[in-house]
């Protein structure tokens, strides 16, 4: 089970390993079609559908996960094992029905960073390292018994979509490890301590506006974090104005007496104030109507104003 992107590599790499495994892939389950459209006039498959039609493996779209219809595709293939990645919380109803359990592939290091968005705040709080962890589902959410976990460095200034990527690759061998584990019966659970648990809530419009009264490196952060989707945004203007890439100012080019959150210009090259006169530089954006460019490009036509 799962619909994005993240969730590609883990298909891919079961579909490689099944016959090593001894395994059969009856079902793969994802929601329904993107409703923007493609070129073509088409609802947008998501990259698991897609992935799975192109391996010939059929493929459930789900909208209702409490409709009886949907437990009863799940009881007629009989699984053994439901493999969940980057997919919607499940009922309850779903947890009796494959015979060895349900685990899931989160990209954190559970507890830390339970949620719908931990490769983002992982960034944004400028941890140096971070992993995936695989687990078996119950009722409440990122809970469940640790079946194992793998760890990697976060490069500096990589983005969360390039972490994104290095994780799902690490998390499809833990999916593989963990089937392996499952079909031997040789695995030890371990508890989730609570008290170290830490939250990675959902990105929101809210959520996802810069606050430039924080120190230059946590702003650029936040930045990369978000970068490519949802991304950083701010006013300019009173519109909105989003912000691809950032980087943090390493050579002083003047004096800075701006205040926080005011943009200037100097030598091609547009830079905010941050809290304590720490600043950044704007490297890519995009206006709101606009098309995505440079911030020389941005600079040239841009009347540059303090922006809250």
């Known amino acids: 089970m799962g619909t994005p992107a993240f969730s590609v590599p883990s298909l ?21 079609d993107k409703p923007r459209r493609n070129r073509r006039g088409f609802p947008q498959p998501t990259p698991v559908k897609a992935k799975a039609i192109s391996l010939g493996i059929p493929v459930f779209e789900v909208e209702d996960l409490k409709s009886s219809y949907f437990f009863e595709k799940l009881r007629d293939i009989k699984p053994d094992v439901i493999i969940v990645v980057a997919f919607r919380i499940l009922p309850k109803e779903v947890f009796s029905i494959p015979t060895k359990g349900i685990f899931n592939l989160h990209a954190s290091l559970l507890p830390k960073y339970r949620g719908a968005a931990p490769i983002q705040w992982a960034i944004i709080n400028g941890d140096k390292a971070t992993g995936v962890t695989t687990f078996f589902l119950e009722e409440k959410v990122d809970v469940g018994s640790i079946i194992l976990q793998h760890s990697l460095d976060v490069l500096p200034n990589e983005s969360g979509s390039e972490l994104s990527l290095r994780l799902s690759q690490l998390g499809a061998n833990a999916v593989i490890e963990t089937l392996e584990k499952i079909k031997s019966n040789k695995y030890e659970l371990t508890a989730q301590n609570p008290d ?3 939250k ?17 490196i946590r702003v650029h952060n936040f930045i990369r974090a978000l970068s490519e989707r949802p991304t950083a945004w701010t006013l300019f ?10 980087a943090l100012v390493t050579d002083t080019l003047s004096t800075n007496t701006a205040n926080i959150g005011e943009w200037r210009i100097e030598k091609n090259r547009i830079f905010v104030t941050c809290q304590n006169k720490s600043e950044i530089e704007i490297c890519e954006l995009q206006m709101e109507g606009k098309n995505r460019m440079t911030a020389n490009e941005f600079a040239k036509g841009a009347r540059l104003s303090n922006i809250p």
């Open 12 to 32: 891919e790499k079961i579909v490689e390993c099944k016959n090593q495994l001894e395994l059969s892939i009856p079902l793969v389950v994802t929601s329904l």
């Open 196 to 198: 170290l648990a830490t």
């Open 200 to 216: 990675a809530p959902k990105l929101t419009k809210e959520n996802t506006k810069i606050n430039w009264n924080q120190p230059a």
């Open 237 to 246: 203007n009173k519109k909105q104005l989003k912000i691809f890439r950032s």
